[in-house]
């Protein structure tokens, strides 16, 4: 007997419903809801349908991902809210100069590999930086302030297993899992669940509670530091300062460090044409002229003697320091770069075995600079191997938290010794410390050694010169000491790297060892197959532009625009690419016409 149609078709009406609905459910779920982990902070929310297609929070890394309102954070007990489904006092906002507060709604997200980075509507932007210090996980949370925002409030609440334990003059304790986590208390409205940022109290560090008193680099993190787009654009308002003074000397100038600088800076703007016009015939025929302009000016061959006198002296005083003081190893100059740079390996070699008999507490503060350059240098060229300088760039960071000051106002940080600040150590230092952070993917003390930079800078006057020396007070009040006595721009403005057209070594490295050139360029790549040593060297379109290339072995042919062209000892003085070789040097000298971005240069064997 046949059943019934009706219920057949009813039963199989609703299954198609089940499995409809779970697919909606779950293709819902793909493409609009997210959760991601970065170690013990969790964000979660919703991503803007139709705008992230080609990537998937989940994955992401770095790209930008448009997001809807509202976005949590987790961490430590905590649920920090990142925006409101409704108008209340717990959602984040900001307080503009009228004092009226007014929402924040999340707009979009980047994520990293330890950090995640909001940005807001009104041009604010708060980041979470997931952070290891002292054995204990923390997360320093920073903000970003557009021009019209005096402080940004961030809602906090407990999640479901956490509780508040106490609340001190330290802030408030959560007690989750049997860890402690604890705030500063002066940034916290602890009746009303805020966290209040400022720009006098930028960001604020959110850690687990340790049993002993550890040093926390981030309290010495000025505004503009923690963030490095941020910190890149305050250096480049400094550098409006020297450019436009420069700008008024260039004329005749025969000082060699300022038309250097001042060239590298037109090409970063985009003027390298204008900038190269402004030197004078009596420059060029200087006898003070040395190889450090000849990327710009030319004339290699009367400015060779002044390089091999330079290398001479410096190789010397590396292999002197090697066996007699180690310490001028350390001398803040880069000693290990340069010796990578030229394959100068015996010397590489013994250098490091001298270092690996140093104890960490032989460093001394004048040797922090160079100990995390080493450092640095070590860990660019040898990355899969242990770094004799790890030791040694521990005992230096110890020495910098012992020496790191802040002034009466929180604005800006200074490595102090003897009550004094070196204002050009701690430029050198800031560097140092900055690329160290980055490199260990630890941006709480890249953010220090950006605020030690920054704070420099804050001193400059309105051509961007800085005073040699600060002094400082009991009452944490930094002055000028000397004030007649400046550091001039143009030997702070290298030291900065803002500009990667600045005249500077680049090496082969595996690809030739021993060949390395001095050069303008930004970027240089360099190749070797079958007997052909390839690079492809880049500069602005339609410039000429001078390159030296060391370590060069004598060769069959050169070509350049994928012709061959001959040597010719007149070769700078025609509109077109030419070359000539130094065989006692093995020193290639090169001229080249940037017809495009990337000008090839192929030398056969």
């Known amino acids: 007997m046949r059943k019934p149609i009706l219920p057949r078709f009813v039963g199989i009406f609703i299954v198609t419903l089940a499995l409809f609905f779970v697919l909606s459910v779950i293709q819902f779920a793909r493409q609009d809801n997210f959760s991601r982990k970065i170690g013990s902070l969790v964000i979660t ?51 503009d100069f009228d004092e009226i507060r007014r929402p924040l709604v999340p707009i979009s997200m980047n994520i990293f590999a330890q950090s995640v980075r909001f940005t807001m509507s009104n041009n604010v932007e708060l980041a979470f930086y997931v952070h290891n210090e002292g054995g204990g996980d923390e997360i320093v949370i920073s903000s970003g302030f557009s021009e019209d925002a005096v402080s940004i409030e961030l809602p906090y609440k407990l999640t479901k297993n956490a509780r508040i334990s106490t609340v001190d003059n330290a802030g408030i304790v959560v007690l989750l899992d049997q860890k402690e986590y604890s705030f500063d208390r002066r940034v916290l ?44 654009e305050l250096v480049l308002l400094w550098c409006e300062k020297a450019y436009l003074d420069w700008n008024g000397k260039i004329v005749g100038a025969q000082d060699e460090r300022l038309i250097a600088a001042y060239i590298a800076e037109s090409a970063r703007r985009g003027n390298y044409g204008v900038g190269i016009t402004h030197i004078s015939a009596d420059f060029l025929a200087s006898g003070q002229r040395t190889f450090l302009s000849s990327p710009y000016t030319g004339r290699l061959e009367s400015v060779i003697s002044s390089m091999n006198s330079f290398e001479r002296e410096r190789t010397d005083m590396i292999e002197n320091g090697i066996k007699n003081d180690i310490a001028v190893l350390l001398d803040g100059n880069k000693n290990f770069e340069y010796l990578v740079q030229r394959s100068l390996n015996n010397l590489f070699d013994d ?13 001394t503060p004048a040797l922090c600079p160079g100990v995390l350059q080493s450092w640095w240098a070590f860990n660019f060229w040898y990355k899969s191997m242990e770094n004799p300088f790890e030791m040694l760039a521990n005992q230096a960071r110890l020495l910098v938290s012992e020496s790191l000051e802040k002034d009466a106002d929180n604005l800006n940080v200074f490595f102090v010794q003897d009550g004094e600040v070196d204002v050009l150590f701690n430029i050198k230092l800031g560097v140092a410390l900055a690329a160290y952070g980055e490199a260990y993917a630890n941006n709480v003390w890249a953010g220090v050694g950006r605020s030690l930079i920054l704070s420099a800078l804050s001193f400059a006057d309105n051509s961007g010169a800085l005073c040699l020396t600060l002094s400082v007070d009991a009452n944490r009040i930094f002055t000028e000491k000397n004030p007649e006595r400046r550091l001039s721009a143009t030997e702070v403005y290298p030291l900065l790297e803002v500009s990667d057209y600045y005249p500077h070594t680049l090496g082969a490295g595996t690809v030739m060892f021993g060949v390395y050139l001095w050069t303008a360029s930004p970027a240089v790549r360099a190749s070797y197959q079958n007997n052909v040593l390839e690079f492809g060297i880049t500069f602005p379109e339609n410039s000429a532009h001078y390159v030296m290339i060391r370590g060069v072995r004598p060769f069959k042919k050169i070509q ?35 017809r495009t971005e990337i000008e090839e240069v192929k030398i056969f064997y």
Do not use: C
Request: aromatic share 10%; proline share 6%; glycine share 8%.
């Open 45 to 95: 929310g919703r991503y803007k349908i139709g705008e992230n297609l080609a990537q998937r929070p989940d994955d992401a890394d770095g790209v930008e991902l448009f997001v809807e309102n509202p976005i949590s954070v987790f961490f430590g007990g905590l649920e920090f809210s990142i925006g409101a489904l409704d108008e209340s006092e717990n959602e984040s906002a900001f307080i």
């Open 560 to 594: 350049m625009r994928g012709m061959d062209y001959r040597s010719d000892p007149q070769f700078e003085r025609y509109h077109s690419p030419g070359w000539v070789y130094r065989a006692q040097d093995q020193m290639l000298l090169i001229k080249l016409i940037q």
């Open 351 to 363: 250098g490091i075995a001298r270092i690996k008999t140093l104890a960490p507490d032989s460093i």
């Open 189 to 232: 409205d602890t009746e009303r669940g805020l966290i209040a940022l400022s720009h006098k109290n930028p960001l604020v560090a959110y850690r687990a509670v340790s049993k002993e008193t550890v040093f926390n680099p981030v309290e010495f993190i000025i505004s503009g530091a923690m963030d490095k787009p941020r910190y890149r």
